[in-house]
């Protein structure tokens, strides 16, 4: 297990900052997800784990040992990490065992440890009974776990992963998350997995790194970048979470007094008094009026059905804010006016907006 320090890394291409001094601790054995818009730097941060890359300023350290920075530069193959890639990279010519060994081979493992490892990494993905295969043989979903026994029988520090459910079907890579999250439990390896598809992150990792346009947003555990979200941006990549400008008037013990559309509301946040913005996702709307619920006066702007329910998009007019989303379990058409009631929301102070890099 390695634990990874990232200080002030920045890495450079032409005029591309693709890495902006970016700093970040991921503790030994976490799952650690890299999650944010294409191009925002999170292969470059994994290349650069890896050692494909080399930072142009900061210092990079794995397991408590210095690897890149400061004069320093540790080659890929010396660093104790495998990596699985999108594409697997099996040879086809040789069976499952045998792509698994190879890698053992070139270490000067013996035969027989060569064996053990194969059959206990092979154990470990569900395929004990697929030693004798070839990749042909095997299904989309089944090469993926052969590409990470083979980064398993290794026994690295870290196994880094470039979208590696990227090429399967939406039905396997449900099954996928789940056998990775066992995997990781069982192998106890720090796992760090580049994806642009900010559900399975969530889904699968520990903690989880949003980034937009070279720089780190938030690290955080999955739950707290979805109830505490640290800028606009990743409230809206994380949940879909929309935002309406609001007046922050002050703290009401644990909630924040807000005014929005001439109303006074009381909502969870972490903004100064001034002007502020309220993030709301549609689980924290309502068009069923329970009594006592702050009320918002809107307009539906589209309705799409979502299999079972409804999403209406709702225009706050004049509240010079995005549409907001709600479900309605009957269909209500464009045009039709609509009360909502407010049950949650999260309130940023206004300069969190700034880094908003999405639509
Ligand atoms: P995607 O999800 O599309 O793969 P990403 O978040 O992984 O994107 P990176 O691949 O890290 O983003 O790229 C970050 C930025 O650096 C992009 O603007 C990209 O065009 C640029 N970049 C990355 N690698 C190179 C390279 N070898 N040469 C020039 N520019 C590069």
Redesign the pocket.
């Known amino acids: 297990m390695a634990e990874i320090v990232f200080q002030s890394v920045t890495?450079n291409?032409?005029a591309?900052?693709?890495?902006d001094g970016v700093s970040f601790t991921v503790p030994a054995g976490a799952f650690f997800a890299?999650v944010?818009?294409?191009?925002?730097?999170?292969?470059?941060?994994?290349?650069l784990i890896a050692g494909l890359?080399r930072p142009d300023a900061g210092t990079i350290a794995l397991g408590g040992r210095a690897v890149a920075g400061a004069g320093r530069f540790v080659e890929p193959a010396q660093r104790d990490l495998g990596m699985v890639f999108q594409s697997y990279a099996l040879w086809p010519h040789m069976t499952v065992a045998g792509n698994i060994a190879f890698g053992l081979g070139l270490r000067g493992l013996s035969k027989a440890e060569q064996r053990a490892r194969t059959h206990e990494a092979l154990t470990l993905v569900g395929l004990e009974g697929h030693a004798d295969r070839r990749p042909h043989e095997l299904s989309g979903g089944q090469r993926q776990r052969v590409a990470l026994a083979r980064s398993l029988a290794m026994r690295p520090a870290l196994i880094l992963l470039d979208?590696p459910l990227a090429n399967l079907d939406a039905h396997l890579r449900q099954a996928m998350l789940a056998e990775f999250r066992r995997i990781h439990r069982q192998a106890g390896t720090t796992f760090v997995f580049?994806t642009?598809d900010q559900n399975e992150a969530m889904a699968l990792a520990g903690l989880v790194a949003v980034?937009d346009r070279?720089r780190m947003q938030q690290i955080a555990p999955p739950q707290e970048l979805f109830s505490r979200p640290a800028s606009a941006m990743v409230a809206r990549f994380v949940g879909q979470g929309r935002t309406v400008p609001v007046e922050v008037l002050g703290a009401d013990g644990a909630r924040l007094r807000v005014r929005l559309m001439g109303r006074d509301l009381a909502v969870p946040g972490s903004a100064p008094a001034g002007p502020g913005w309220l993030c709301l996702r549609a689980r924290d709307l309502t068009l069923e009026l329970a009594p006592g619920q702050p009320r918002l006066a809107g307009r539906v702007a589209d309705l799409r059905f979502e299999g079972g329910d409804y999403m209406l998009s709702v225009d706050l007019e004049g509240a010079g804010a995005d549409l907001i989303e709600v479900r309605s379990a009957a269909p209500v058409e464009p045009g039709a006016e609509v009360t909502l009631a407010l049950s949650g929301g999260w309130v940023l102070p206004r300069e969190a907006l700034a880094p908003m890099a999405l639509q």
């Not at 944010?36 to 290349?47: A, E, F, I, N, Y």
Request: glycine share 16%; hydrophobic share 35%; charged share 20%.
């Open positions: 890495r291409f032409a591309t900052t693709a890495v890299l944010g818009p294409s191009g925002c730097g999170k292969t470059t941060v994994l290349r890359e979208e580049v642009h980034m070279g």
